[in-house]
Nanobody, 121 residues
Framework: QVQLVESGGGLVQPGGSLGLSCSAS????????MAWYRQGPGTERELVAA???????NYADSVKGRFTISRGSAKNTVYLQMNSLKPEDTAVYYC???????????????WGQGTRVTVSS
């Protein structure tokens, strides 16, 4: 059983920055590919960014050039640095994992609580 804990959300003005953190615990022998998702008001959950165990990354078109996903030094931790935030980035942000590691294909674990990001003046 993999447990996901996200943190770092909050209220930020348009154009501002925010950093999110996620740790995945439970199966300590496995190194996961990891990803961030978000679900805005009245929308489907969408993939925002993913990173593999060999540090390949991919991003949704809507966040390219503004968001950066990175792996932490601790095993199975991931960060999302969000810059130039827009009101449409307002959402609950979730992380998830893929045990394949070298590819991120689909969410594997049960979803955590997420962390809320609100972009508003």
């Amino acid at each position: 059983q993999v447990q996901l804990v996200e943190s770092g959300g909050g209220l930020v003005q348009p154009g501002g920055s925010l950093g999110l953190s996620c740790s995945a615990s439970g199966r300590t022998t496995v190194s996961y590919a990891m990803a961030w998702y978000r679900q805005g008001p009245g929308t489907e959950r969408e993939l925002v960014a993913a990173i593999t165990t060999n540090y390949n990354t991919n991003y949704a078109d809507s966040v390219k050039g503004r968001f950066t996903i990175s792996r932490g030094s601790a095993k199975n931790t991931v960060y999302l640095q969000m810059n130039s935030l827009k009101p449409e980035d307002t959402a609950v942000y979730y992380c998830n994992v893929d045990p394949i590691g070298t590819y991120y294909r689909a969410p594997f674990a049960s979803w955590g609580q997420g962390t809320r990001v609100t972009v508003s003046s």
